[in-house]
Each structure stands twice: as C-alpha cells, then as structure tokens.
C-alpha cells in the first residue's frame, strides 16, 4: 500500500482481556518497528523487525507483550491480559533501511487502546 | 542516561507569526536528530533530519538548527499557518543503537487566527 496501515484505530477493551493489534508496512519495507505513546509522553519503542533476522524484543515491557510478523510483512503486536496501564497509542513504523543511517520512519496513524 | 527534553511544553501563536521550539539532549554518542510533526490522531511525519556536520536544515516554511557542542537544536517555523497546529517531536538517535530512537515529550503548538 501507498502508506502504514494500522488496525484496529480504536480498541476499548476490559481489564485482562488479550487484544491484537495489526501493522501493514509499506510494501518492500524490510525494517518494522512498534512504538507505544502514553498520553502527553514521548514514543517509547518495544520492538523492531529487520528483514528475517531475529527480532529486538528488549523494549516490550513485560511478557504479556508479544509480536510476530509474518512472511516479512504484516505484524500482530498481542497484549495478554490487558492492565489499565497499557492504555495508549501504539504505533507501528516501517523503513527500507535500519534507521540508524538517515532514512526516515513511515508512521501509521497508530491504534489507540483503552483498557477499562 | 540518553534524555531528549524539549521546551516549551506547550505554545499559543497567532496566525502568521514566527516561532522557535527548542530540543536539549544528552544522548551520547550522537548519530542523528530529526524533527516529526505530530498531528491529533496521526502517526509522526518526519521534518528534517541532521547529523553531527549539519548546522542547520530547512523544509519549506520549518528550518531546524543543530549545535552539536551544546547538544541542543531549535525548529523555526516561518509565517504559521492554521494547519500548523500540531505536536513538534524533538528525537535523537545514538550511534551505537542502529535502530532505537530516543524520543522527546514534544511540544504542542496551537496557532490562532
């Protein structure tokens, strides 16, 4: 597709419910990453894909979180048994280069999680 | 610890004047330092982005500006405009991290006609 595409856009689920949330990358993008945004915080990252290598898992913030993507493409990023603190704004970036050289991040237009 | 700060939390212009947001960091060693624009219920857009020879770098109406001996950097917005309203994200990337992206809190601009 033309740009990230993200779903659900908005997810209100209860208290220790699991949710998945879907990222579609840019076509071709070999580089995926998921980002969490709290109300009026910075982006804290939790994990990135780069092509077939093994995935960076060091951000995720606790072993409820989990993500997988799929013939190099599509990522599901799973939350089990949804606390109140995960409500937030997660967001999913793609790249055709690891941005730590000067390529820009494609965003999506995130999903937004409550958790009630 | 890498922190990227940004001043002021929030700011409240008219239409057509100029503003300059403000980034300090710590984050050490310094590869590159970008600045997104964030609208309300939108995914970050990618401004500029500068590296440590860069001083100053401009896109349109924005020009960001980079002083890599006191680690700070300012975004200049020329001339606003109602559709600049929006949250300015200051995010500065470590060289011995190929992909980890340290992120301010941003600063929310609102423009008044």
Redesign the interface.
Known sequence: GAG?SQSPSNKVTEKGKDVELRCDPISGHT?L?WYRQSL??????LI?F?GNSAP?KS?LPSDRFSAERTGGSVSTLTIQRTQQEDSAVY?C?SSSR?????Y???????TRLTVV | KNQVEQSPQSLIILEGKNCTLQCNYTVSPFSNLRWYKQDTGRGPVSLTIMTFSENTKSNGRYTATLDADTKQSSLHITASQLSDSASYICVVSAEDSNYQLIWGAGTKLIIKP
């Open positions: 990230v580089a990453y009026g915080q910075g982006l804290e990252f990135y780069q960076d951000g967001l970036a690891s941005a730590g050289a000067n820009g991040y494609t965003f999506g237009s995130g």
